[in-house]
């Protein structure tokens, strides 16, 4: 019998991809789509659109975060979800996220065309401001949505062009008027989030998936130098507060200490600008960003809590302020469900391997909440959040099938294990299972700081 | 007898600062009056507007620089010019330039008052785009006027918000209709520039006055780093072609080439901002400036020829590009014009040092063409560029003081010598004297580049 990955729509799905890529399209093969601006709020509307097209529910929540929701035969049950986000990189491209988004639908659109039912609810998710450049802390959607912070502590947040986030999320959700309003998280029974890569290995290996292992841990910092403005030709070195010649000094403080020569360790200083920015005035001011990522938690907690201290040591004349924009331990999926990926990828003849992630992505909150992984597959050299990112019709659309027919074994109950699941049933139902007990909103509330 | 000094107005001259303030002021002390904005427009019409309200001639010309005359008893002989800027930093203070241009309108005020007249015209001048922070090169003003460039040549300089030169000179010159217009420079007798002096010494030594001996070498470079964009979270440092660490490494290695246990060499990094310039985002362009001073030619020569090299050796796997915004030579002034300062401070009873500037200044550039000098006067703490940039009226009009007795002698034609100058003259005129010949236009053109 047929399978839900035998609807998935190669052309469709890419077809949507291109859609989606004309909001905020750069004219350079890249997208500039950043959180809660206009083109966001665009895409949104044009997936709610399409949604209610098909007769599936759009539903937002306060985070505005966008679900479309297939309903299952137990209406009460607890939602199978699948997503990630359109928001993007001020010089992105046009799947990282969108395919995560678009491949939940598609397999919507797959599981109707194929006239499946499912016991539990099936929703694909838009998460809001994943990215994180334009309003701090990244993954607004997902940080709401698992309960670790409440929307009103993060309305505040302020964009470098100046636009505050509740603002903007007040007028972003105005753009999906359709949509069923929801506030806050849901009972899970599972989340597996599909994503391009975003790095070289799936390519290099000849591999068409990766079923992801776990997220390594990342955190990301604010720092703000200051000192005091001069004249680049009258101020003496020993008189001058120089904010950056402090700024350097700390970097390369930071290089030193985050040197790791198994290259395991990411470490990036992605923004920094010095101000007023003359040629030939001594910098009163820089703002800087650090990025920092290990898989390993002791190793990673270790290096992070220093960073403070390794800033103020090195200051030299000028002061330095710490704020930290996010710190999340390494992240461990679900075995079940990694398996089920992988077992999944061999019955569609799909070569697969095991992997971790690199990036951070939304899965790391969902699996605070519920059996939750990944579906990783090849994008062009392993280039991504630039916009030259790519990847073809037929990839994306080999981890649709793996994704397809993983939510819907998750939708149907089937636990997954070798053996268990009914996977030639004449109906393509299976009697009622006991799901595991979902973590409720209130537990995961309770869970403490990512 | 009375002399110009005797005629020169503390509270209108002070008055005049803090009219020239309201334009383009930040609200916090200071001022954002760049070159050509509206603001600098707005602040030459002023002055424009001041000079016809006492029967002086404004005079325009094709650099936009604004020229306040009051004409001579000898109608073509060669002028005497004395003037500095309008145009401030992005968050700058309210005397750097201004100071200058209101002491030599200042000074025809006085002389106008006391009924003085003289063989020489004098002109107080306005040069345009001083600080080169809007438009690279700076000092447009005095390069054109000086026959360094062509104003054609430099009019495509384009500001880091997309103006672009030509058109910004355009509107500016429309703000001053009342001004005559003028073509190229003019035949000079001598130049001296009053300006605050942008550093301790005066203050702290309880000087009132500097004779300026001279400026050191200056040079402004452009540097581009040029990598790729990548996610911060996912490309091992083997595969990066980071900019931010390439722009890192490149810094790291000038702190250390120019370093000086003397600390007489001034090094500035004013300008570094990194591309797209999100947190998690690897950077794929950095663009930065290098401002590097010193008062040796032999040491500024060797230094500055080395910076492009320097550079490029380490740059990694990046590329990088190196433009010369400015390069000076050390300038020495005119011992005659340094002594006239000194000696008519010592007349005045102000207490005076000979001394160096730190910066550079539009009168490097009159040094080519004519005897030259400055007179400095104290500011608070040394303080400029900066919004806390600070001077009292009674020292601005000590100054004034000794510059408007200065370009009076000039203006007469003595020549400064000890006992040469009849300074008790009844009439206040004395006879006409040979001018030393005054370097032509032409030959300043065929001086080479600055």
Redesign the interface.
Known sequence: MRRPSDFVDERRLWDRHMAIAAFGATGRGGVDRQALTGDDGRARAALAGWAVGRGFRPIADEAGNLFVRRDGAEADAPAVLSGSHLDT???GGNFDGVYGVLAALETLEALADGGFEHRRPIEAAVWTNE???RF?P?CTGSLVFSGKHAIEELWNATS?DGAVLKDELERTLAMTPEAERRRGGIPLAGYIEAHI????RLEAGGFAVGAVTGI?G?A?F?VTVSG????????????RR?A??SA?AI??AL?RDLA?PT?TA?F?????????????????K?VF?I?F?HPDATFYRGKVDAIADLCAAHAGPCDVDVTV?HDGDPVAFDEAVIGRVERIAAELRLPAIRMP????HDAAYMASLCPAGMVFVPCRG??????DERASPEDLAAGCRVLADALYEMAMGWDGSPGTAPRRAATGRAGPRRDARPRSRGRARDAGAP
């Open positions: 990189q001020p010089a990215e994180g450049c701090a990244g470098p890569e975003q790095g070289p390594q990342g990301s604010d005091t403005d001069g004249h680049a030709g009258t101020v003496p070195l020993a008189e120089d950056f010649r350097h970097v390369d290089y790791d290259d990411r990036t200083i992605g923004r920094f600008r010095a101000w007023p920015g003359s040629p030939n005035t001594i910098p009163g820089v960003t990025d990522r924009r992630s690199g990036a951070s392993g280039i991504s959040h630039n916009e």
